[in-house]
C-alpha cells in the first residue's frame, strides 16, 4: 500500500479517524466521504484497491478539495480485507486518531440525535457496536440526497464497529468487530446501501469472489454471498434487482429481509431516523407479536 503525506500529531489524541477500502464504487462513495465528513470526523484515510471506473480520480479530486481526506494506493488483489484495515487503522493511530471508524464505501454512520463525533466523544466504551441496516434503491440511476430506499427496519445481526485507536488493534473481516481491551456499548446506526443497481449487483459478487478465491488457503471462511452471486448470468442478475426494488428477499444472494420495511431518503439524513419511521415500525412488530 503506497500512503499519502499524513498530518504530523503532536499534543493529546483527540482526533476521530475514518478508514476505508474500496474498489469500483465511483456511484456512492462520494456521498459516504460527504456524509462521514459532515458527521464531525476529522480526517478520513481510504486507499483504492485498483478500482478502474473512475473512483481513483474521484478521490484524488476530492483530496485536493479538502485536506481532511488522504487517498492511498492498494495494489494487492486478493481479499486481505481485515489485515489491510487493521494496517489502516495502526497509520490512523500514528498520525494522531484516539478514534477510528472503519466504513465501506456503501455504509453511512449515524448517531441518534446528535453527530458521530459528539457520540464518541462522550461515551466511555473503547469498542462500539452499530445496528446494521440493509436498504436499497427503489429504482436504479445516479444517488442524490433524495434518493428513496426501502430500509429494513430489523437490523442485521452481526453489526459494525466504531474503536478506540489502538497501536495492537486488530479489525475483524468485514468490520463487524475489533480485538481490543476495554468495554464496549452500542448506540450507533448504520445504513448500508447494498446493492444499487443490476450492475453494480454483478460487479460487486463477481470480484469479491475472485478476490477470495486469491486468499483461499489463508480464508477459508469464503463469502458465501459472493459464491452464490458469482454463479448467477446477467439475465438471474436482472431478476435479483426486480425482487429487491420491490421489497423481497432473494437466496441467490443470500439476501433475506426480515423487515418491516421502510421507505426513507437517508443520504439527507443528519441524524438516525430524525422523523421517527424505523423506530415506529419495529414498534408496530413488538405491539402486534402475540
Same mark, same amino acid.
Given at each position: ?10 499534543? $493529546?489524541? /483527540? ?19 460527504? %456524509? ?53 487503522? %495502526? ?41 446494521? %441496516?440493509?436498504?436499497?434503491?427503489? &429504482? ?84 458465501? %454471498? ?21 421489497? /423481497? ?24 431516523? $430524525? ?11 413488538? &405491539?402486534?407479536?402475540?
Amino acid at each position: 500500500t503506497r500512503l499519502p503525506q499524513l498530518p504530523r500529531h503532536t499534543g $493529546p489524541r /483527540r482526533e476521530i479517524w475514518a478508514v476505508a477500502m474500496v474498489r469500483d464504487e465511483v456511484d456512492v462513495i462520494e456521498h459516504a466521504i460527504r %456524509h462521514t465528513l459532515a458527521q464531525g470526523i476529522d480526517h478520513i484515510l481510504i486507499a483504492d484497491n485498483g478500482s478502474t471506473d473512475g473512483t481513483i480520480d474521484l478521490l484524488q479530486s476530492l483530496a485536493l478539495e479538502d485536506s481532511r481526506i488522504h487517498v492511498a494506493r492498494d495494489t494487492e488483489p486478493g481479499y486481505y480485507q481485515a489485515e489491510k484495515m487493521t494496517y489502516l487503522s %495502526h497509520v490512523a493511530w500514528r498520525a494522531g486518531a484516539a478514534w477510528v471508524l472503519p466504513f465501506d464505501a456503501d455504509e453511512f454512520f449515524f448517531a441518534r440525535g446528535r453527530s458521530i463525533a459528539d457520540f464518541l466523544r462522550s461515551t466511555s466504551a473503547s469498542t462500539v457496536y452499530a445496528a446494521f %441496516h440493509h436498504m436499497t434503491p427503489t &429504482e436504479a440511476g445516479g444517488l442524490t440526497s433524495t434518493t428513496e430506499f426501502l430500509l429494513d427496519s430489523t437490523p442485521d445481526a452481526v453489526g459494525k464497529v466504531a474503536v478506540r485507536a489502538h497501536p495492537l488493534l486488530v479489525l475483524v473481516k468485514g468490520n463487524h468487530d475489533a480485538r481490543r481491551v476495554g468495554t464496549a456499548g452500542h448506540g450507533l446506526f448504520l445504513a448500508h446501501a447494498i446493492y444499487r443497481s443490476p450492475e453494480q449487483i454483478a460487479r460487486k459478487v463477481r470480484q469479491g469472489r475472485a478476490a477470495e478465491e486469491l486468499v483461499r488457503i489463508a480464508n477459508p471462511l469464503r463469502g458465501d %454471498h459472493w459464491t452464490a452471486g458469482a454463479a448467477l448470468d446477467d439475465a438471474q442478475v436482472a431478476q435479483v434487482w426486480d425482487n429487491l426494488v420491490h421489497g /423481497r428477499s432473494d437466496d441467490r444472494l443470500r439476501f433475506r429481509r426480515v423487515g418491516p420495511l421502510v421507505s426513507v431518503t437517508p443520504l439527507s439524513w443528519q441524524t438516525w431516523d $430524525p422523523d421517527g419511521s424505523v423506530d415506529r415500525a419495529r414498534d408496530n412488530v413488538i &405491539e402486534g407479536s402475540p
